[in-house]
């Protein structure tokens, strides 16, 4: 069964860091998604991203937050320097290129650390 | 706006017991509801959906829920738990726009007892 990717698995960096979370969606799917979920709390959407664009982001996904389709497979998310709040777990999602209530398949998350 | 409720932070039942995990929502239109597990280090497991159609979903293993318009809910399922379904278990509402994106509830722990 076709499933969403996301390397590395688990980063650490240095605040005021640079990093870049990869996800490789599900080939057929057209909708991307980055989510984040800081320990024990809830999962909170970030940014939507279709047709090579953004479709919505949130407040959070503010100036130092970047999204790239690079190629025909890779969807990536830029933090461009990191705050130790940043520290979370992000979650890349895709969707197929049905109706709006199609599922959303999740990757298994990267957990990023910030020091 | 669409906003998820999950009322009970942690859910405690013993093995082989019936398990309710519950869920209201709030959305303008149709709404469409997902529950998704999440085990310990682990991404975000897909359970079950409503879209449209019959108000009881069944989903994966063993789970199943229950849509009610009219108090506006979402009740997850299971007929008999099991050790290995301990877990955190979210609903969340998708939204009916191009974006599509998914408001989550805060997650509610599951733990079965032996």
């Known amino acids: 069964e076709p499933e969403v990717t996301q390397t590395p698995s688990h980063q650490v960096t240095q605040m005021g860091q640079e990093v870049i979370l990869r996800c490789v969606p599900i080939s057929n799917h057209l909708y991307f998604y980055w989510y984040r979920q800081i320990l024990g709390q809830k999962v909170e959407f970030l940014v939507s991203f279709y047709n090579n664009e953004i479709s919505e982001k949130s407040e959070i996904f503010d100036d130092q937050f970047s999204v790239e389709r690079p190629d025909g497979s890779n969807f990536t998310l830029k933090i461009r320097s990191t705050k130790l709040e940043d520290s979370a777990m992000y979650f890349c999602?895709?969707?197929?290129?049905?109706?709006?209530?199609?599922?959303?398949?999740f990757g298994p998350g990267t957990r990023l650390t910030v020091l | 706006a669409q906003s998820v409720a999950q009322p009970e932070d942690q859910v405690n039942v013993a093995e082989g017991n019936p398990l309710t995990v519950k869920c209201t929502y709030s959305?303008?239109?149709?709404?469409?509801l997902f529950w998704y597990v999440q085990y310990p280090n682990r991404g975000l497991q897909f359970l079950l959906k409503?879209?449209?159609?019959?108000?009881l979903v069944k989903g994966s293993y063993g789970f199943e829920a229950e849509f009610n318009k009219s108090q506006t809910s979402f009740h997850l399922k299971k007929p008999s738990a099991l050790v290995s379904d301990s877990a955190l278990y979210f609903c969340a509402v998708g939204a009916n726009t191009n974006a599509g994106k998914s408001t989550f509830g805060d997650g509610t722990t599951l733990t079965v007892k032996p």
């Open positions: 409503y879209i449209t159609g019959d108000n």
């Open positions: 999602a895709s969707r197929t290129p049905g109706g709006p209530p199609d599922t959303q398949y």
């Open positions: 959305v303008s239109g149709n709404p469409y």
